[in-house]
């Protein structure tokens, strides 16, 4: 045989080993959490880069294909804004979070249940028809009430945003029980004014999700490798925090990662196993986080201790 021959070879035997050892380390928590239910937040770049999307979508067939459960919630802020811009609607944040005018909540909700979802949708069904798209309209899923915002240590009004006050998972349980993935957008009907549509934050409607599905798991996919102790030292990752930890750290967490935490804590505090925070710009970070020894990102559980992430070398 020649050498070139031989070389691919031994390359092909290591590889396969190495699939080999992915699968034994993964067969515990295979185990672990068959049966289980698992609601994710997907947002950040994965929403927006094509081969992100693509990876997502094969997790989550991966996940109900060994006998989980995934539910998947998603937002769309980017896809709001490039589509507003195109409109020539002008976007206005108060405190970190979108005012939602008549106008703009059009295309809020054309964008998240006509766009953002039914392309995840088909990526999804590209792999078999397991996904099911659905809006926290239908069926009563989501009820919701307006909330107003803090801009300076003041109240400011948002216009036709909400907060999710109230959830009936049926619609939901039916497609679990189904063997369906189902596939949630971030809107909600205003519960004084059920006519109206609110746009709800979809951190917060997954955490609320996750509670009335008794999920095991939360898991929300963000820009960030995960919560920092002292943002944006590299050394203070967040391996494991408790929730009594967490919420000491909230008051002074940047606007951006606070309703993030705010939904693992809430999530938490009301039943769910683990919650967690991941890096969505990682292909297959799903499988990495759920899958793996270490994980790669940062899970709030319960009590209070706090556990740094150790570096590679240490692992």
């Not at 203070?236 to 940047?254: A, F, K, P, T, Y």
Request: with cysteine; hydrophobic share 45%; glycine share 10%.
């Amino acid at each position: 045989m020649a050498d070139d021959e031989q070389d691919a070879e031994a390359e092909k035997a290591l590889d396969d080993a190495h699939k080999a050892q992915v699968l034994i380390e993964a067969l515990p928590w295979l185990e672990e959490f068959a049966g289980q239910r698992i609601v994710v937040k997907y947002g950040g770049h994965a929403m927006v880069d094509d081969h992100l999307r693509q990876c997502f979508a094969q997790d989550m067939v991966f996940l109900r294909q060994v006998g989980m459960h995934p539910v998947v919630v998603h937002g769309g802020g980017p896809q709001i804004s490039s589509m507003l811009q195109a409109l020539g609607i002008p976007s206005v944040f108060r405190g970190g979070l979108r005012v939602t005018t008549p106008e703009t909540m059009k295309v809020v909700r054309m964008v998240l249940t006509g766009q953002v979802g039914r392309n995840l949708v088909g990526a999804i069904n590209a792999h078999g028809p397991m996904a099911v798209g659905l809006s926290g309209e239908d069926a009563g899923l989501f009820s919701a009430a307006r909330r107003t915002g803090m801009a300076d240590g003041r109240p400011v009004d948002l216009g036709l945003v909400g907060e999710v006050v109230g959830v009936d998972a049926s619609a939901v349980e039916d497609l679990i029980d189904a063997g369906r993935i189902p596939v949630v957008s971030s809107v909600a009907p205003d519960e004084q004014d059920p006519t109206q549509v609110l746009n709800v934050n979809a951190d917060a409607a997954a955490s609320a999700l996750a509670v009335a599905l008794e999920a095991r798991k939360l898991v929300i996919l963000t820009d960030v490798e995960g919560l920092y102790a002292n943002w944006p030292q590299a050394d203070s990752l967040v391996s494991s925090i408790g929730v009594d930890r967490l919420e000491d750290m909230l008051e002074d967490m940047h606007e951006g990662m606070r309703p993030k935490m705010e939904a693992c804590l809430q999530a938490v505090r009301s039943g769910v196993g683990e919650a967690h925070v991941i890096d969505g710009r990682r292909p297959h970070s799903m499988l990495n986080e759920i899958f793996t020894r270490n994980g790669i990102g940062t899970v709030v559980v319960p009590g209070r201790d706090m556990i740094m992430r150790r570096s590679h070398d240490e692992c």
